[in-house]
C-alpha cells in the first residue's frame, strides 16, 4: 500500500523569505500522480500544485514549485517570496493513475506559519 | 467558476442519530468521493464513486456509512447510528473524468456528534 510521509508537523518562514516543506512517499508503482494541497483556516482543499511521476520537469506554478525526486521517492514544496496569505495547513498527497484505484493518500500535514 | 458545495457547513447531531451530508459536484464530473478528517489528523478516503455504484471503499466506510446519488445531481453520505468517533470534517470531492488529474474539494461539513 501507498504511504505519504510529512515529517515537518510545523514550520515558520518570515514573510518575504523562502521555505521547503519535505514530503517523501512509497509506493510500487512506476507511474503516478503527487500533490500539494493547502488548507487555510477555512478548512476548505486547495490545489496547490501537481506533478506527473512520468515527467522529470519540476512543476511551478507562479511562486510555489517542487522538487521531485523520483528514485529517492521525495516531493518537496517550495514557497518563494512567502505571503502572510500562505499561512496554512499544507498536505502532501499521493493517486495512483490506476484508474480503478484513484484515490488521494494524504499525508498527516504540515502547518505553515507566516512570521510578519 | 464551477465548485463543489457541501450542505450543511456544520451539523452537530446526538449520539445515536442519523445524518445526512450532501454534496452537488461539479456539473459535468462523473467520479465521487467522500473524505474525513478528524480534528488535527489526516485526511482519509472513505469511498468513491462511479456509474451510480460503490468504486473503492476503505476500512472507515462499514455498515454504518452509505452513499447515494437519488437525483442526478446531489451525492450523500449517510452516517446511520452516529457515535462520538465520528466527530470530523467531512469532505466530498469530485473529478471529470478517468485522465483529469485534479479532484476539485468542497468547503466540508463539520460534523460533532455530541
Known amino acids: 500500500a501507498q504511504t505519504v510521509t510529512q515529517s515537518q508537523p510545523e514550520m515558520s518562514v518570515q514573510e518575504a523569505e523562502t521555505v521547503t516543506l519535505s514530503c517523501t512517499y512509497d509506493?510500487?508503482?512506476?507511474?503516478?500522480?503527487l500533490f500539494w494541497y493547502k488548507q487555510p483556516p477555512s478548512r476548505q482543499m486547495i490545489l496547490v500544485i501537481r506533478?506527473?511521476?512520468?515527467?522529470?520537469q519540476n512543476a511551478t506554478e507562479n511562486r510555489f514549485s517542487v522538487n521531485f525526486q523520483k528514485a529517492a521517492k521525495s516531493f518537496s514544496l517550495k514557497i518563494s517570496d512567502s505571503q502572510l496569505g500562505d499561512a496554512a495547513m499544507y498536505f502532501c498527497?499521493?493517486?495512483?493513475?490506476?484508474?480503478?484505484?484513484?484515490?488521494?493518500?494524504f499525508g498527516k500535514g504540515t502547518r505553515l506559519h507566516i512570521l510578519p | 467558476e464551477p465548485e463543489v458545495t457541501q450542505t450543511p457547513s456544520h451539523q452537530v447531531t446526538q449520539m445515536g442519530q442519523e445524518v445526512i451530508l450532501r454534496c452537488v459536484p461539479i456539473?459535468?464530473?462523473?467520479?465521487f468521493y467522500w473524505y474525513r478528517q478528524i480534528l488535527g489528523q489526516k485526511v482519509e478516503f472513505l469511498v468513491s464513486?462511479?456509474?451510480?455504484?460503490?468504486?473503492?471503499k476503505s476500512e472507515i466506510f462499514d455498515d454504518q456509512f452509505s452513499v447515494e446519488r437519488p437525483d442526478g445531481s446531489n451525492f450523500t453520505l449517510k452516517i446511520r447510528s452516529t457515535k462520538l468517533e465520528d466527530s470530523a470534517m467531512y469532505f466530498c470531492?469530485?473529478?471529470?473524468?478517468?485522465?483529469?488529474?485534479?479532484?476539485?474539494f468542497g468547503q466540508g461539513t463539520r460534523l460533532t456528534v455530541v
Open positions: 470531492a469530485s473529478r471529470r473524468d478517468r485522465v483529469d488529474t485534479e479532484a476539485f
Open positions: 509506493t510500487s508503482e512506476s507511474d503516478y500522480y
Open positions: 506533478q506527473e511521476a512520468y515527467k522529470q
Open positions: 498527497a499521493y493517486r495512483s493513475v490506476m484508474n480503478r484505484d484513484d484515490k488521494i493518500i
Open positions: 456539473s459535468n464530473h462523473l467520479y
Open positions: 464513486f462511479y456509474n451510480n455504484e460503490i468504486s473503492e
